[in-house]
């Protein structure tokens, strides 16, 4: 008797356990559960914790409350003004309605990506390519909007959308490159126009102050010989400006005046020179009595030339 009553106890302990394990159902802090029936949705949501249900009779499903980072596979379109590219983006949403979430559609987590997807293409659509590289803040609320107006019927609420990375054709992008070069360039020389006006403005005041002071202008140079010299190069250029001989000549004593000396007049009118033959006879006639050089140049001692030139040397200095 008393083992029937101990096989007893042993086969409704064994019972018990095999009834709790199948019944006990542990729902984590991030989750929600739901209690289904026979098939029909109990009202009561079970929170995080322990919790038992009827087995073979009740059946529970839990519902992630995270957020759900969600990546659209990049989709292709042609914008408004007729470029071709590439866009993918991500979407970051939540369950609030866990009811909703598991009732109201099959998988939401499916349908929000097949939302975005169309919502993305339906932007690309509608925007310009400036708009899309520059503008991302107004298209990512755009997006967000449009994605979240169907979501929340389902359970679920959009909490972000991003747009990452736009993909351009090649031609695209090297045109988009020289145009970007060429509005670089103007600048550069929009820049150096400017500097060019202001340098030539200060060169402009630095000459008057040197058209007062002509020594300015020789210091100026010393400085620039200086500089250049430092360089420790064999070849020195020295510009010689115009304006400094014009100084070393104001600055040079005038020459003294030479006794003027009476010559006889010319036989011809008074209006007139002396002619090429009477050139030629006073320099033949100089060359009369003219002093020797010797070897090194000056003249010999008492060696005079007595004897006229030849005839055939007068003709020639006459011609």
């Known amino acids: 008797m008393v083992e029937?009553?101990?096989?007893?106890?042993?086969?409704?302990?064994?019972?018990?356990?095999?009834?709790?394990?199948?019944?006990?159902?542990?729902?984590?802090?991030?989750?929600?559960?739901?209690?289904?029936?026979?098939?029909?949705?109990?009202?009561?949501?079970?929170?995080?914790?322990?919790?038992?249900?009827?087995?073979?009779?009740?059946?529970?499903?839990?519902?992630?409350?995270?957020?759900v980072t969600l990546p659209v596979p990049a989709q292709e379109g042609i914008t408004r003004d007729n470029v071709t590219v590439r866009v993918d983006a991500v979407v970051y949403f939540k369950v609030v309605d866990p009811a909703s979430a598991i009732v109201a559609v099959e998988d939401y987590r499916f349908a929000v990506s097949q939302m975005a997807q169309t919502s993305l293409r339906s932007i690309i659509g509608k925007s310009d390519l400036d708009d899309l590289l520059s503008n991302r803040e107004m298209l990512n609320q755009g997006l967000e909007l449009m994605i979240d107006s169907p979501a929340v019927g389902w359970g679920v609420q959009i909490d972000r959308v991003e747009i990452k990375d736009v993909s351009l054709p090649e031609t695209m992008k090297r045109s988009m490159a020289r145009q970007a070069e060429a509005d670089r360039e103007r600048r550069a020389r929009v820049i150096n126009a400017d500097a060019e006006l202001q340098a030539s403005h200060k060169l402009a005041e630095a000459a008057e102050v040197m058209s007062e002071q002509p020594a300015a202008l020789q210091l100026r140079l010393l400085h620039t010989i200086v500089?250049?010299?430092?360089?420790?190069?064999?070849?020195?250029?020295?510009?010689?400006?115009?304006?400094?001989?014009?100084?070393?000549?104001?600055?040079?004593?005038?020459?003294?005046?030479?006794?003027?000396?009476?010559?006889?007049?010319?036989?011809?009118?008074a209006s007139e020179g002396p002619g090429p033959v009477e050139v030629a006879d006073a320099a033949a006639d100089a060359l009369d009595g003219a002093p020797v050089p010797d070897a090194l140049g000056g003249p010999a001692d008492g060696l005079m030339l007595d004897a006229p030139p030849p005839e055939e040397e007068r003709e020639g200095l006459r011609d």
């Not at 086969?11 to 929600?32: C, F, I, M, N, S």
């Not at 064999?234 to 009476?262: I, K, Q």
């Open 4 to 67: 029937e009553l101990l096989t007893a106890a042993i086969a409704t302990g064994v019972g018990v356990a095999v009834y709790v394990g199948a019944a006990a159902r542990v729902v984590k802090q991030y989750e929600r559960g739901l209690v289904f029936r026979f098939g029909r949705l109990r009202e009561e949501v079970r929170g995080p914790g322990f919790t038992t249900i009827v087995p073979l009779v009740e059946r529970l499903r839990k519902v992630n409350m995270q957020i």
């Open 227 to 269: 500089a250049v010299a430092a360089e420790k190069n064999s070849t020195l250029v020295l510009p010689f400006p115009v304006e400094l001989l014009r100084f070393l000549e104001r600055s040079a004593p005038p020459p003294a005046a030479a006794p003027a000396r009476e010559e006889p007049a010319p036989a011809g009118p």
